[in-house]
């Protein structure tokens, strides 16, 4: 089995190829990583462009793995991703116990529920209630006469998904399914321990910053800020008055959140614009320059939370990733800025070529592989047709509810 992927960012896009072995290991065969400059805040703004740079992604990865893909998974994300609990009950009727179907029918209650025309792309069951016995994580087998569910449901706008699946068959390629780069970041990135106690993840990208707040297993909470890697850059680019493509270099090489006593004295060369000249800046001015930017963003992140109101509830802290989460100093400024504990997630580690993507710019990309991997592995139940316009979404059924097995 071959599984391929393709996280559509907005500075950069990143396609992975997985096969998974006779003893059931996913090994990665190909992968790579194209600039591109297509999208604005996860937000397609250059179709043509983006178009381009899948091709490229794809036809690099395809090269490297030795062998060619028709169809992808995708991520998709920005702040249109919409986030928000429903709740649904159905009557028990068989006397030997609450069924797969019956799970099925208090589902599509919250789904129904919220009479939107939106794209349901995951729903996400929180907890289960059976008579007066809540916090119930798996109800079947067990008996009751009352099932009811709470669910998270992440929808996207129908126009966001339209241009993405244009940009993919315009490119030559059918996509599988669409997954939410926040539901593929935590794959990747956070074990069971701290789901089950309470943590944030926070994806710093290149346009936006995702954060989703996990708290007794279930995913509670999504949200989005405008702000990512990329402001950082152009802040460089604008203070450094250097091309951005170039400020994008600095930050990499000498980007710092915090002044290193060690560092801050030493200068280094700024290329011109247009054949000016060079200049030299000390490293103090860089950090000056990027600092602000993140105090910005964590800030956001921290009003974010405090709507949440699961603040409280994180035990094990944040946890950090995406490519702006590779910033010198930015565990230590976020730890005394938010006076919580936080670390910097790295990818899960697969075999083959899973060492060059050892990044958490990477941690959308490899929670893709794990999760298209584990919905594969779970048993596909029987269920018949709908008429989804009833339901008010366009995907076939199964789309919407392979999330109630966790994955």
């Not at 490229?56 to 793995?65: G, K, P």
């Not at 919220?114 to 067990?142: A, C, F, Q, R, W």
């Not at 964590?298 to 949440?308: A, C, I, K, M, Y």
Request: glycine residues 8%; negative net charge.
């Amino acid at each position: 089995m071959t599984i391929a992927v393709v996280d559509v960012g907005t500075s950069s896009i990143k396609t992975l190829i997985a096969k998974e072995e006779e003893s059931k290991k996913l090994n990665i065969i190909g992968f790579s990583k194209v600039k591109n400059t297509g999208l604005r805040k996860s937000t397609i703004v250059d179709i043509d462009t983006t178009i381009s740079s899948i091709k490229r992604s794809i036809a690099e990865a395809e090269l490297m793995a030795g062998t060619k893909i028709s169809s992808i998974y995708v991520s998709i994300g920005g702040d249109s991703v919409l986030g928000f609990t429903a709740s649904g009950m159905v009557v028990i009727t068989s006397p030997s116990g609450i069924t797969h179907h019956d799970v099925l029918r208090v589902i599509e209650q919250t789904k129904t529920a919220t009479n939107m025309d939106d794209n349901i792309l995951h729903i996400l069951p929180v907890s289960y209630t059976i008579d007066e016995h809540t916090d119930i994580k798996n109800p079947v087998g067990l008996t009751g006469n009352r099932l009811q569910t709470e669910t998270l449901i992440i929808a996207v706008p129908n126009i966001t998904i339209q241009n993405f699946s244009n940009a993919i068959e315009r490119a030559g390629y059918s996509h599988e399914d669409f997954i939410v780069q926040h539901v593929a970041a935590y794959n990747a990135v956070l074990d069971n321990e701290e789901k089950e106690l309470g943590v944030a993840l926070v994806d710093i990208g290149g346009g936006t910053t995702k954060i989703s707040v996990f708290y007794n297993d279930s995913l509670r909470y999504v949200d989005t800020i405008k702000i990512g890697g990329d402001n950082i850059t152009q802040d460089l680019s604008i203070g450094l008055r250097t091309p951005k493509e170039e400020a994008e270099k600095i930050k990499i090489k000498y980007g710092n959140c915090i002044k290193d006593p060690n560092a801050i004295m030493k200068d280094i060369t700024i290329p011109g614009i247009n054949d000016r000249e060079d200049r030299s800046i000390s490293m103090e001015n860089i950090v000056d320059i990027i600092q602000p930017r993140v105090l910005e963003i964590l800030d956001l992140v921290q009003e974010s939370l405090n709507r949440s109101m699961l603040h409280n509830k994180l035990s094990t802290g944040i946890v950090f990733s995406g490519g702006s989460a590779s910033l010198r100093g930015i565990k230590d400024l976020a730890q005394q800025h938010l006076d919580i504990p936080v670390k910097i997630g790295h990818p899960k580690k697969l075999s083959g070529l899973a060492d060059n993507i050892d990044d958490p710019a990477f941690s959308v990309a490899i929670g893709m592989v794990i999760y298209v991997d584990e919905m594969m592995r779970k048993p596909r139940i029987m269920i018949k047709s709908y008429n989804t316009n009833i339901f008010g979404f366009i995907s076939k059924l199964w789309k919407s509810i392979k999330e109630m097995f966790k994955l």
